[in-house]
């Protein structure tokens, strides 16, 4: 059994089977989530004799961090290798009031997004709720500071590594102590996995990759669209909102030309009238190939007013990490030693 990832009930019925007392769980739930160790050998307070059992009947596994890298302002990206030798990125954003990380929750993704460059080579596998929570842990102490805010908005798509993404996003609300509140799930827009998700009664933020007011137009940027198209996906929305309580975030990523004009904006007004979201507005990362500009600013001003003079709310996304690599659409190519 590995441990990291593993419940507390998990926890408390492998301690029973090795005849161990109940609050012995808590102990080992306390060493793996609160003080993030690396081995078994480290959760000190366990009696030696346990401690030994304990490693050769379960395992703990955690990244190593095979690189690193720093912006100018202080976003950090690690690259971090899995047991099987598997490579992922993760990301740190200090700001000054809060510690955010963004984190991969698969080995490549599927989706296959005509702007994003973690699509480009497929999906290798899902990762597990530990190697998830691992990503955490592992920034967390290079930060030398708590954790407040983590998006799973790295590589992959959270929604089809269901169950492990679920998971991961209990234990780090119950054991590692991160408020659900704080905690965003970005989705191509995985219609049913919304219902799915919505029923699970979390207070997280639930994030769609909008990018285009109209499916045919969706479908050339997120091939998704042919099996989710946007109808359905915004009426998962509402259901997701009508369910938490929770506004939906919009994310709207800008492409000079192709979804920017103030026509495209008035259409996604129209679309999201009435619901209980915000548009976040991204400024498009160039990734090499994928053929897409980013908008002026004056364009972006446009189809920002558009939206909130139809009285949707709007944010717009400051770009960390740029030089990096670490921006988003950007994780993953250049481990893969194809720099852009
Ligand atoms: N698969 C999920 C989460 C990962 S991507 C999703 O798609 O939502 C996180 C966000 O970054 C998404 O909104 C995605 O569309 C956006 N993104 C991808 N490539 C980008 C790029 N080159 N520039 C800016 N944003 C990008």
């Given at each position: 059994m590995e441990l990291l990832g593993a419940t507390k009930t998990e926890l408390q019925r492998l301690?029973?089977?090795?005849?161990?007392?109940?609050?012995?769980?808590?102990?080992?739930?306390?060493?793996l989530y609160k003080s993030g160790v690396h081995s078994v050998d480290q959760m000190t307070s366990l009696p030696k004799e346990f401690r030994k059992r304990l490693?050769?009947?379960?395992?703990?596994?955690?990244?190593?961090?095979a690189a690193e890298s720093a912006a100018p302002d202080d976003?950090?990206?690690l690259l971090l290798e899995l047991a099987d030798g598997e490579r992922i990125e993760s990301v740190l954003l200090p700001y000054p009031d809060r510690l955010t990380v963004c984190i991969s929750t698969q080995v490549g993704c599927a989706a296959d997004c005509a702007f994003c460059a973690s699509g480009e080579l497929g999906v290798v596998r899902n990762l597990t709720a530990g190697e998830i929570i691992d990503q955490v842990l592992t920034l967390?102490?290079?930060?030398?500071?708590?954790?407040?805010?983590?998006v799973y908005m790295g590589v992959g798509e959270p929604l089809l590594n269901y169950g492990n993404v679920v998971r991961s996003i209990r234990l780090l609300n119950e054991?590692?102590?991160v408020s659900a509140r704080r905690i965003t799930?970005?989705?191509?827009?995985?219609t049913p996995r919304i219902?799915?998700?919505?029923?699970?009664?979390?207070?997280?933020?639930?994030?769609?990759s909008l990018h285009a007011p109209e499916d045919e137009l969706r479908r050339?940027?997120?091939p998704v669209t042919g099996k989710y198209p946007l109808r359905g996906l915004l009426d998962a929305c509402r259901a997701y909102s009508d369910a938490t309580g929770r506004r939906v975030t919009m994310e709207y990523l800008l492409l000079a030309g192709a979804n920017d004009t103030v026509p495209h904006a008035r259409r996604a007004a129209a679309l999201l009238r009435g619901m209980l979201c915000n548009v976040n507005l991204i400024p498009y990362n160039p990734v090499r190939g994928a053929g897409f500009r980013r908008p002026k600013a004056a364009v972006v001003d446009a189809f920002r007013k558009t939206l909130e003079d139809a009285g949707i709310a709007v944010t717009q996304r400051f770009e960390r990490g740029h030089s990096v690599m670490a921006a988003c659409g950007q994780l993953r190519r250049r481990s893969m030693g194809d720099e852009s």
């Open positions: 301690c029973e089977d090795m005849n161990q007392p109940a609050f012995r769980a808590n102990q080992i739930a306390g060493w490693a050769s009947e379960a395992t703990l596994s955690r990244s190593r961090t976003t950090r990206k967390q102490a290079r930060a030398g500071a708590r954790v407040t805010n983590v054991e590692v102590g799930v970005s989705t191509v827009g995985i219902l799915r998700l919505a029923k699970e009664k979390l207070q997280i933020t639930l994030a769609v050339n940027l997120m």
